[in-house]
């Protein structure tokens, strides 16, 4: 999920570009408007069309935004806005159609917005009661829950450059290994 608040703010960051001009520019298959980070919480569970969604973690950027727009060092720069859109597990199966609405069923976790747990994640990466209170979230997904549970036991955090710029042994192909 991508809010398409975002784009305006990219098209002046970034100049017009062919693919800001329609939806699905950071590889996202929902965009909608009224909803952001900021308002957007883990655990957070929609209706939409059939389907029943719930919110399980922010996106991380990766190398490939940095090929999408041409631009080198688009997925720190989409990292450090925290415009990343986020990711959902499917709780009931259901088809979706162009126009159909989210409506907000559940919030579970009002006091985990998207952009905080961001905070944590790429800006006070060692605050180690709050990693300690992440890494025992349930809403929030498996992956994400190990990664704040290992910073708050090694009092370290993982090397980001190889998910922002690709691998560099594969820099002379100009195709960066996944």
Known sequence: HYAREHYPAWLRELGERAVLRAPGAFGENLSTHGMTEQDVCVGDTYAVGGALIQVSQARQPCWK???????????????????????????????LAPGDTLSLRDRLHPQWSLARIQDILNRRVLDLPTLAELAALPAL???????????????????????????PADASTGTPST
């Open 65 to 95: 935004l940095n090929h999408r727009f041409a631009h080198p060092g688009m997925s720190a720069q989409v990292q450090a806005s925290g415009k990343t859109g986020w990711y959902y597990r499917v709780l009931r199966e259901g088809w």
């Open 141 to 167: 997904s498996p992956n994400w829950r190990a990664l704040f549970e290992k910073r708050a036991r090694l009092g370290q955090v993982e090397d980001w450059q190889r998910r922002l710029q690709g691998d």
